[in-house]
């Protein structure tokens, strides 16, 4: 976009012949179109691979959501959303152009990497979706994005640096991690492993055993059934929430620095002191539930 002057004064001698530049509009107007994000271009694509011998999928996606659906079929669909931001429109479609699935078939495990180069990858971002066989093992990785997986049938393993992960009807051992946003677990079998830095964890019908800590933010869990290993919950500043079976064998502890404990169980041989802790055995007793947060209240449901 060229530069527009105008004349906003009287130079014919009705005023005093002033002249201005192109205004506040104006100036704003060509800076923006100097700006490297300018432009853009968008394009989807998709391909369908076959399912790895060892049913196992690899994925890494550095910049952009990541979605993961099981479903009944025997191959891999990959679709891809690519969009591209740079000063002059060919040159966001070339780069566009540049960004590939690079996808590495093995007997055991499919590789999946979205491959975006240095010189866009600022002002670049791809959406991947991935419709897989339900028994197949996921591993999922991200730098700056959401994770999403769901009618998985084997154990799922997910890593987000700036994102949150949402899992949903997942059969089988769960390991996720995010530094700095939300997990959120719902219909859930299996052990299931936690991690935030800072953000909150929230587990809804979950049936098996958990093991959840962040570092700054709250924890609700609710449970259908326990598993052997029991549960722990972990926080340094917030709240934990957490619901039990109407049947439950547990032996609890419960432990708050700053802070209050709620308790609406009946516990058998409670102890506990105005320090803030709370010991106990629920039914029969036998499986481990451990709470503690530094900050933040406790309420057993």
């Known amino acids: 976009m060229k530069r527009r002057?105008?004349?906003?004064?009287?130079?014919t001698g009705r005023g005093q012949g002033r002249t201005f530049g192109p205004g506040f509009g104006g100036l704003l107007r060509s800076l923006f179109a100097n700006l490297p994000w300018a432009e853009s271009a968008s394009r989807e694509e998709s391909l369908i691979v076959p399912a790895p011998a060892g049913r196992a999928i690899s994925v890494h996606n550095a910049n952009g959501k990541t979605r993961i659906v099981g479903e009944d079929r025997q191959d891999i669909e990959i679709r891809i959303q690519k969009t591209v931001r740079a000063d002059c429109s060919d040159l966001a479609t070339r780069l566009l152009d540049s960004i590939r699935i690079q996808n590495t078939p093995a007997a055991e495990v499919l590789e999946i990497e979205v491959q975006i180069p240095r010189r866009c990858s600022r002002h670049a971002?791809?959406?991947?979706?991935?419709?897989?066989?339900?028994?197949?093992?996921?591993?999922?990785?991200?730098?700056?994005?959401?994770?999403?997986?769901?009618?998985?049938?084997r154990d799922v393993r997910a890593r987000s640096s700036n994102?949150?992960?949402?899992?949903?009807?997942?059969?089988?051992?769960?390991?996720?991690?995010?530094?700095?946003?939300?997990?959120d677990c719902r219909c859930t079998h299996g052990h299931l492993r936690a991690r935030s830095s800072n953000g909150k964890i929230e587990l809804g019908g979950h049936r098996g055993s958990v093991d959840?800590?962040?570092?700054?933010?709250?924890i609700c869990a609710t449970l259908e059934s326990l598993g052997e290993i029991g549960v722990s919950l972990t926080?340094?500043?917030?709240?934990?929430?957490?619901?039990?079976?109407?049947?439950?064998?547990?032996?609890?502890?419960?432990?708050?620095?700053?802070?209050?404990?709620?308790?609406?169980?009946?516990?058998?041989?409670?102890?506990?002191?105005?320090?803030?802790?709370?010991?106990?055995?629920?039914?029969?007793?036998?499986?481990?539930?451990?709470?503690?947060?530094?900050?933040?209240t406790i309420s057993v449901l």
């Open 125 to 153: 971002v791809a959406h991947i979706e991935l419709r897989v066989p339900r028994e197949t093992r996921v591993s999922t990785s991200s730098s700056n994005g959401k994770i999403c997986l769901e009618g998985i049938d």
């Open 163 to 183: 994102g949150s992960i949402s899992i949903r009807e997942v059969n089988g051992d769960i390991d996720v991690t995010t530094a700095n946003a939300k997990v």
């Open 5 to 11: 002057s105008e004349n906003l004064g009287d130079d």
């Open 212 to 218: 959840a800590s962040t570092s700054n933010g709250v």
């Open 235 to 296: 926080t340094s500043n917030g709240r934990i929430v957490l619901d039990l079976p109407e049947k439950t064998d547990a032996d609890i502890d419960m432990r708050v620095e700053n802070g209050l404990i709620r308790n609406d169980l009946d516990l058998e041989q409670e102890a506990g002191d105005e320090l803030g802790w709370v010991r106990g055995r629920l039914g029969k007793g036998g499986c481990p539930i451990r709470l503690r947060t530094s900050n933040g």
